[in-house]
């Protein structure tokens, strides 16, 4: 699986969208990017994934560029409960079957 | 959504004795599972891959003899820990597919050995 970047940390004040970048620039035309969060002390939601569109769902925005190197997870309106870690993940397709490689993630805090 | 339960969600035991945990999949079936660890301020390691009806593959380090699995139903998949010791001490997670593309993860199990 590829590799990804992720800043260790980011502010985001309540109620605005937060942005969180993920490089990927290894990665490989069937790979796919997916996004998963740790609430403290609890284990790891799946958010969204995708392969090159942009996709959306209840949770969040994917923004994946066309050369698909990087991405950005979009969450439109953060809420306190939104404080988590986050993980940006690259992996092959039909991945059910491959256990998960965890970087360090970004921490990310919304501030009241 | 799928659903993933872990049981206990916290337990101690003593040093020298097996501690289990249970993983199941509520609401659907999962031939695979995964065990994950997690240690204070660090991120999660997968442990192993439990397969339905065959040994499970465990990672490199993961010692097969100390951390005994079992996955003998399509909705269950155990963990024990056998002769635990502190170091042994972690938040073990388990996770399931139900054949698509996401994997969901269970609430995590704090083990805590004395």
């Known amino acids: 699986d590829a590799k990804t970047t992720q800043p260790p940390s980011m502010d985001c004040a309540e109620g605005r969208a937060a942005n969180l970048p993920c490089n990927h620039s290894t990665i490989s035309g069937n790979e796919y990017v997916y996004w998963y969060r740790q609430i403290h002390s609890q284990g790891p939601q799946y958010i969204i994934h995708g392969l090159k569109n942009n996709e959306t769902n209840e949770m969040a925005s994917l923004i994946i560029t066309e050369d698909r190197k990087s991405s950005t997870l979009i969450l439109p309106h953060a809420t306190l409960r939104d404080t988590a870690v986050y993980y940006c993940?690259?992996?092959?397709?039909?991945?059910?079957?491959?256990?998960?490689?965890f970087g360090k993630g970004t921490h990310l805090i919304i501030q009241p | 959504g799928a659903v993933v339960s872990q049981h206990p969600s916290w337990v101690i035991c003593k040093s020298g004795t097996s501690v289990k945990i249970e993983c199941r999949s509520l609401d659907f079936q999962a031939t695979t599972m995964f065990w994950y660890r997690q240690f204070p301020k660090q991120s999660l390691m997968l442990m192993a891959t439990s397969n339905e009806g065959s040994k499970a593959t465990y990672e490199q380090g993961v010692e097969k003899d100390k951390f005994l699995i079992n996955h003998a139903s399509l909705t269950l998949s155990t963990l024990t820990v056998t002769s635990a010791h502190p170091e042994d001490s972690s938040f073990y997670i388990c996770?399931?597919?139900?054949?698509?593309?996401?994997?969901?993860f269970g609430p995590g199990t704090r083990l805590t050995v004395t």
């Open positions: 993940i690259v992996r092959a397709s039909g991945g059910g079957a491959d256990g998960l490689t």
């Open positions: 996770s399931a597919a139900p054949g698509g593309y996401e994997q969901y």
